[in-house]
Nanobody, 115 residues
Framework: QVQLVESGGGLVQAGGSLRLSCAASGRIFSFRVMGWYRQAPGKQRELVAT???????NYADSVKGRFTISRDNAKNTVYLRMNSLKPEDTAVYYCNALDYGPDYWGRGTQVTVSS
């Protein structure tokens, strides 16, 4: 059974940095696409960034230049380095993994940015 487990969230002041990690277990081969989404209170879940197995990357406009996504295919792990954090980045961050069928989600990790 595939499980995605996020870690690295927390409370940080505006302008600070955090690094999120998401490890996938229960599977030998790396996923075609892995990514991060976030959901703020009262808002819909939105894309933050995705990265394919061969390294193609897509970012939401709101995080370009501040966030960096990366992955380690051998460890089936995806990372999100978040710099210059803003209060509007406060949300629960979810890891997502996808091949060509149903996708998988982690339970989320809270990121809170204080002003």
């Amino acid at each position: 059974q595939v499980q995605l487990v996020e870690s690295g969230g927390g409370l940080v002041q505006a302008g600070g940095s955090l690094r999120l990690s998401c490890a996938a277990s229960g599977r030998i081969f790396s996923f075609r696409v892995m990514g991060w989404y976030r959901q703020a209170p009262g808002k819909q879940r939105e894309l933050v960034a995705t990265i394919t197995r061969d390294g193609s990357i897509n970012y939401a406009d709101s995080v370009k230049g501040r966030f960096t996504i990366s992955r380690d295919n051998a460890k089936n792990t995806v990372y999100l380095r978040m710099n210059s954090l803003k209060p509007e980045d406060t949300a629960v961050y979810y890891c997502n993994a996808l091949d060509y069928g149903p996708d998988y989600w982690g339970r989320g990790t809270q990121v809170t940015v204080s002003s």
